[in-house]
């Protein structure tokens, strides 16, 4: 009896505590003209669709607009807390984790019973769960799959939710870190994971050698594979605006020489690091082609649901000072990904 009513009490505070607490709504802001005249620049060197979550209607819900940040328009619906969207390889359809109580904070992803994973066309039609209790979820394997967390565990599925099967076994393969963003290479041999809760560490797991290898010194997370090989990149907190990222090539079995400093094996790793006080970069994603970066990034705060980040776009290989700031509101945004059209 007691422990079923301090449960109860447990769940009310949690309704209630979802009920006052909120993201900003914000409002939209003005670009400079150094910022309108990057986004004229723009238009035609870029082609495909953007997803990204966004508080700027209340609660956070998937947003849609073209690569060139033009025809920005919402495709998720509810009351929901909505957010990491990716895109399915053929561009179709858009997979995003939602919370199960209205307002749910992205600090509460360590917790899947407070999470399902979604998916909607990319129109905005055919919403509906896939995978209950579950966070993190992204494609695999060209679509066909998708990977997602359960607390310390990976999972695998069918591209439709089905066939589920654990991939990764935390407490006895990861140190009993909670798994977070998971992220397969193209090869299907490698995972990139970052960890979290009692076990603070980003790094790959062998799926055939089932061994686990911390890559980051010092910190780090969101780590992810560009497109084709074993070739990383990631968020470390060093950098003009407290972060910067990085990129860095691994071996066949996913580990790398010693770390010194901001060198792997001789080779600077800095990778990009914004100009100016809106240098917080977080939420990197590669375009499928390799040409292009998508990220957040903010001028003052760290929350990833709460603070005003913003969307950028980076032509690959280009300086840095180049890249184009995509959305302007003073809201929360978030997790942007990007599909582009092949030629």
Same mark, same amino acid.
């Given at each position: 009896?007691?422990?079923?009513?301090?449960?109860?009490i447990?769940?009310?505070?949690?309704?209630?505590?979802?009920?006052?607490?909120?993201? *900003?709504m914000?409002k939209?802001?003005?670009?400079?003209?150094?910022?309108?005249?990057?986004?004229?620049?723009?238009?035609? @060197?870029?082609?495909?669709?953007?997803?990204?979550?966004?508080?700027?209607?209340?609660?956070?819900?998937?947003?849609?607009?073209?690569?060139? %940040?033009?025809n920005?328009?919402?495709?998720?619906?509810?009351?929901?807390?909505?957010?990491?969207? @990716?895109?399915? *390889?053929?561009?179709?359809?858009?997979?995003?984790?939602?919370?199960?109580?209205?307002?749910?904070?992205?600090? =509460?992803?360590?917790?899947?019973?407070? /999470?399902?994973?979604w998916? $909607?066309?990319? =129109? %905005?039609?055919?919403?509906?769960?896939?995978?209950p209790?579950?966070? /993190?979820?992204?494609?695999?394997?060209?679509? @066909?799959s998708?990977?997602? &967390? #359960?607390?310390?565990?990976?999972? @695998?599925?069918? +591209?439709?939710?089905?066939?589920?099967?654990?991939?990764?076994?935390?407490?006895?393969e990861?140190?009993?870190?909670?798994?977070?963003?998971?992220?397969?290479?193209?090869?299907?041999?490698?995972?990139?994971?970052?960890?979290?809760?009692?076990?603070?560490?980003?790094?790959?797991?062998?799926?055939?050698?089932?061994?686990?290898?911390? +890559? &980051?010194?010092?910190? %780090?997370?969101?780590?992810?594979?560009?497109?084709g090989?074993?070739? $990383?990149?990631?968020?470390?907190?060093?950098?003009?605006?407290?972060?910067?990222?990085?990129?860095?090539?691994?071996?066949?079995?996913?580990?790398? &020489?010693?770390? +010194?400093?901001?060198?792997?094996?001789?080779?600077?790793?800095?990778?990009?690091?914004?100009?100016?006080?809106?240098?917080?970069?977080?939420? *990197?994603?590669v375009?499928?082609?390799?040409?292009?970066?998508?990220?957040?990034?903010?001028?003052? %705060?760290?929350?990833?649901?709460?603070?005003?980040?913003?969307?950028?776009? /980076?032509?690959?290989?280009?300086?840095?000072?180049?890249?184009?700031?995509?959305?302007?509101?003073?809201?929360? =945004? #978030?997790?942007? =990904?990007?599909?582009?059209?092949? *030629?």
């Amino acid at each position: 009896m007691h422990r079923f009513h301090g449960m109860a009490i447990w769940i009310a505070a949690l309704v209630a505590s979802s009920a006052l607490a909120g993201p *900003p709504m914000g409002k939209p802001v003005e670009p400079t003209p150094a910022e309108s005249q990057a986004l004229m620049a723009l238009k035609g @060197k870029v082609h495909g669709v953007i997803a990204w979550s966004t508080s700027r209607e209340g609660n956070h819900k998937i947003w849609l607009m073209n690569a060139d %940040g033009t025809n920005p328009h919402r495709i998720s619906s509810g009351t929901k807390t909505d957010w990491y969207p @990716k895109i399915s *390889p053929d561009g179709k359809h858009v997979l995003f984790t939602r919370s199960k109580l209205d307002w749910q904070s992205e600090t =509460d992803a360590n917790y899947p019973e407070r /999470w399902d994973t979604w998916i $909607v066309g990319i =129109d %905005g039609t055919g919403e509906k769960m896939l995978v209950p209790h579950s966070t /993190w979820a992204t494609w695999a394997e060209g679509g @066909k799959s998708i990977l997602f &967390a #359960r607390g310390v565990d990976i999972w @695998k599925a069918n +591209s439709d939710g089905s066939q589920e099967q654990k991939l990764v076994d935390g407490e006895k393969e990861l140190k009993g870190g909670i798994a977070q963003n998971p992220h397969l290479s193209e090869d299907g041999k490698l995972l990139a994971i970052t960890l979290r809760g009692k076990q603070r560490e980003v790094g790959t797991f062998n799926l055939q050698t089932r061994k686990w290898f911390a +890559s &980051a010194e010092g910190g %780090g997370c969101q780590m992810a594979f560009f497109p084709g090989g074993h070739k $990383v990149y990631r968020v470390n907190p060093t950098g003009n605006g407290g972060t910067e990222l990085y990129a860095y090539d691994l071996s066949a079995e996913g580990t790398h &020489a010693p770390q +010194s400093g901001t060198t792997i094996g001789g080779k600077d790793i800095r990778w990009i690091d914004l100009p100016g006080r809106r240098s917080h970069e977080y939420f *990197p994603q590669v375009s499928p082609d390799g040409k292009w970066l998508v990220w957040c990034a903010t001028d003052r %705060g760290h929350d990833h649901d709460i603070v005003d980040y913003e969307v950028h776009l /980076w032509r690959i290989g280009t300086p840095a000072d180049q890249a184009t700031r995509l959305t302007f509101h003073s809201g929360n =945004d #978030r997790w942007p =990904d990007i599909h582009v059209e092949r *030629p």
